[in-house]
């Protein structure tokens, strides 16, 4: 545990700092909507990468977060901090039901189980115009605020939002290293073995579906606040399969890797501004290509690969 | 409600429904022949009505002649996905046979926006438009081609997995894939067939509804799940039970709409599919089969 602590510290330190280099740029802002996909890439990651379930509804499980705190927050008048937890707990008892009989499913029924969920949600978001104003979106949800300091900037937004992935990063780095962590790696591998060890695979299964779709939530409420803004279109199937992406391409079963992944695909899109209908194009080929020849995802996958190169130029010299 | 609207929405209803089912069948083909739920086959029904529609339009084909020819190159496509994402799967886990179906679709679709844009695009009905009358309610003849072209392609599907040597191949390999290689049936080229099929079966299903629902680049989503609903109430036969499956759900959709909210419409199916999943994994008509370890 002692590495993995330097490691995480290392982690959080240079997270921390970077609004001392980047003070003022706009890529402030892209850094929040790297923080908040990589607390979504976490979640699904223990999901998928921990316990081998599949999901393509997370989306679902974010835009429910953001509706329910934006609407206590703009319409009813609630402080943020008390719409947070109450959102997080409906999503997390919501997913907790729904988890029985959905993670009774296995691979590709699964898979089209949680997508017919995910578009529910959305239809739901359009629909119920009183509500959440359907397409045209739900405005005026105000900043979150401790007494009388808000976070209305890039800059304060930055620490509030890092703050709550830091701390799921290292919550979810503790439970992957413990005993619920082991029990869950033996679910991905075979969930009849885990149960013949005395591990409790489907209560196990549905547990984990309920905090990653809590983490979804918070995430969701997270950036409700910071941009004042939601509309059911940044929680379509698109969103699942971007976040899908994330995480595969980071690497299944890592948390850092769902940093990585969610770095990567948060900041590509900047930096392909001109073509910006297309990143969708981009994910796909990322998609197969990474499942094709990096299984493991980028955290396994370049090491491997340096390691091929080196032993390759140590043959040579030898 | 008055008996005339209620046949309207029936009649409607048995059309849509009747794609559901082709491209449902498409999913289960390919389900038995691999164990694959294939994410893009809504993607072959997109470019079956897209393609139509750039040898309509850019290559100044007539319709009878593009039809064809949409259906060779969205079968060309199925058959190149099938090549390039499929078959050389290192860990073909079921995992990641759906994120690379799901890449793959995502790719086509891209692709597909690339070429042809955002616009919703429009196909000649095959027969005019003039509406005919069938008791109180009215139909397009458009709706009679719908009718006609699937029970024909069921009637030919019917007659392939029966009667010919390739369809009980096939048959054999969705039984058992083993003991199908055993007695010398080459697998992979069965796994070929059913990509082949089904893409061609997905771009008519595709080109045979554009007329009425218009076609875009993002088309294929909807139509595929609701396809994959279908396939899912019928327990993934490649038979008549996924064509009851795909009728039902167009009818009650289209009663859905009428009844109760259109914005609500596509939810439906995504509820029923929930519910069978939950209820009757193994298809509305399917007897109930014990796991396997």
Known sequence: MNRDLIKFLAFATLILATPQVLSGSYLMNVLLFVGIHTMLAIGLNLLLGYAGQISLGHAGFFGLGAYLSGILTATYGWNPWLAMPLAASVVGGLAFLIGFPILKLKGHYLAMATLGMGIIMYIIFNETIGLTGGPSGLSGIPAISIGSLAFDSDQKNFYLIWSFTLGMTLLTLNLTNSRIGRALRAVHDSEVAAQVLGINARLLKVQIFALSAVISSIAGTLYAHTMTFISPTSFGFNFSVELLTMVVIGGLGSIYGSFLGAALLTLLPEFLRGAQDYDIIIYGALLMVMVKYMPGGLVRGVPDLFRKLLKKRGARHA | ?293
């Open chain 2, 1 to 293: 409600m008055q008996f005339d609207q209620l046949l309207q929405y029936l009649l409607s209803g048995l059309s849509t429904g009747a794609i559901y089912a082709l491209i449902g069948i498409g999913f289960s083909i390919i389900y038995n022949a691999t164990g694959i739920i294939n994410f893009a086959q809504g993607e072959f029904v997109m470019l079956g009505g897209m393609l139509t529609l750039l040898f309509l339009e850019t290559c100044k084909l007539p319709l009878w002649a593009a039809i064809p020819c949409a259906i060779s190159v969205a079968t060309a496509s199925g058959i190149l996905f099938e090549r390039l994402a499929i078959r050389p799967l290192r860990q073909p886990t079921p995992i990641n046979l759906v994120i690379i179906t799901i890449g793959g679709s995502i790719l086509i679709r891209g692709l597909s926006m690339l070429l042809w844009g955002k616009d919703t695009h429009a196909i000649p009905p095959f027969s005019g438009e003039e509406p005919i009358a069938v008791g109180g309610a009215t139909i397009l003849p458009q709706h009679l081609w719908i009718l006609g072209i699937t029970l024909l392609i069921i009637a030919a599907n019917k007659f392939f997995f029966y009667y010919t040597v390739s369809g009980k191949a096939m048959r054999a390999c969705a039984y058992n894939r083993r003991a199908a290689g055993l007695v010398g049936i080459d697998v992979r080229r069965m796994v070929l067939f059913s990509f082949i099929i089904s893409s061609a079966m997905g771009s008519v299903a595709g080109i045979i509804v554009a007329p009425l629902t218009m076609t875009a680049y993002d088309v294929g989503v909807m139509l595929g799940l609701k396809g994959f609903c279908a396939a899912i109430i019928g327990g993934m036969s490649s038979g008549g039970a996924t064509v009851v499956g795909g009728l039902v759900l167009g009818v009650l959709e289209s009663l859905g709409a009428g009844l109760i909210s259109s914005g609500y419409k596509d939810a439906i199916a995504f509820i029923i599919l929930l519910l069978i999943l939950f209820i009757r994994p193994q298809g509305l008509f399917g007897k109930a089969q014990s796991e396997r370890v």
